[in-house]
């Protein structure tokens, strides 16, 4: 397990990859590889022993809880700490002030977004595809947790040569920041656009005063070896982030 480095002590983050030593045999050639998620018509057994496998690696650290949501591309953000929900909650942003509680975070192109503050004492975990990010999903995170965030780490996510859009995209953002004008370059054809997940998400966090971005330099569609990509092959896998706080 690689995990980011520059972090605030204690405090553990990164990306799973599509090769794991602990990836099982799939049912079809497009989910192999180390998939997390159970909504795309993989194996359920399959997905919670790679899960399993995951919260396994953790426990080193003294991880004792892992939390998943069911994502739906919105801007609810919920904390959990004591509690443990039964089912995934719905929603694409997670904070927790608990050490040894990871929370977790599915994509396969979007852009995964962890946040923590400069003590080490809660951190965040957010889903921002473009939706998401339009709406508010970094906006709604940083207001839920109890201290500022300090830094920021941008995991794997479709780059702007590879994610064209319509104009409609560009102005949902534009309308509320105009200048993310620069964020998108004009596409091949007229009314399409290609648009720089990363550049939207480190312009929102310096706007509420998260001054330290890591990552932000990999793309998940040019790199089917270490990937999922939903825009590559809409039937695939899907990786994880994490965050937690031994």
């Known amino acids: 397990m690689q995990f980011v480095q520059g972090l605030p002590k204690g405090v553990f983050a990164g990306q799973t990859r599509v090769h794991h030593e602990k990836a099982l045999p799939a049912s079809t050639p497009e989910l192999a590889g180390f998939n997390l998620a159970l909504h795309v018509q993989d194996d359920p057994q399959r997905v919670q022993q790679h899960r399993m496998a995951l919260l396994d690696e953790f426990s080193v650290h003294a991880v004792k809880k892992i939390t998943w949501m069911t994502q739906t591309h919105s801007t609810i953000c919920r904390t959990v700490n004591a509690e443990m929900p039964f089912d995934a ?39 921002a595809g473009w939706r998401g990010l339009a709406g508010g999903i970094i906006e709604n995170t940083i207001e839920t947790m109890q201290s500022q965030p300090s830094w920021a780490w941008l995991g794997a996510a479709i780059c702007q040569d590879n ?80 965050v937690f706080m031994a």
């Open 163 to 242: 994610f064209e859009i319509g104009e409609e995209v560009k102005l949902a953002f534009c309308a509320k920041y105009p200048e993310l004008d620069c964020a998108f370059k004009a596409g091949m054809q007229d009314g399409k656009f290609y648009a720089d997940l990363y550049a939207i998400a480190r312009y929102i966090l310096a706007l509420h005063g998260v001054q330290t971005v890591l990552g932000g330099d990999q793309c998940s569609f040019e790199q089917p070896d270490d990937y999922f990509s939903y825009r590559r092959k809409s039937n695939t896998g899907r990786m994880a982030t994490f």
């Open 89 to 127: 909650p719905e929603g694409d942003g997670l904070v927790t002030q608990t050490a040894g509680h990871a929370l977790m975070m599915m994509t396969a192109d979007c852009l995964p977004v962890v946040l923590g503050n400069a003590d080490g004492t809660e951190v965040a975990n957010l889903h």
